[in-house]
């Protein structure tokens, strides 16, 4: 989950430079790519796991 989390970051420092909150155009454009890259190829793969994560701990637990 920590992608995800990663993922909201990027796209609020973006949305915040975008309103011209004293960030330079470079960064600018540098934080939108950066939050375009984690939407279009690291959240989707985010998505897999969600059967994982609701499956429990059932597993981790047996091995102890």
Known sequence: LD???LAFD???EAIAALEGTG???DFTA???ATARFYGEHLLPAA???VAT???GPELL???R
Request: no cysteine; aromatic share 4%.
């Open 47 to 49: 998505n897999g796991l």
């Open 61 to 63: 637990e047996s091995v």
């Open 10 to 12: 990027e796209q609020v």
């Open 23 to 25: 960030y330079d155009e």
């Open 3 to 5: 992608t995800t989390h």
């Open 53 to 55: 994560i609701k499956a």
């Open 30 to 32: 540098d934080k939108v």
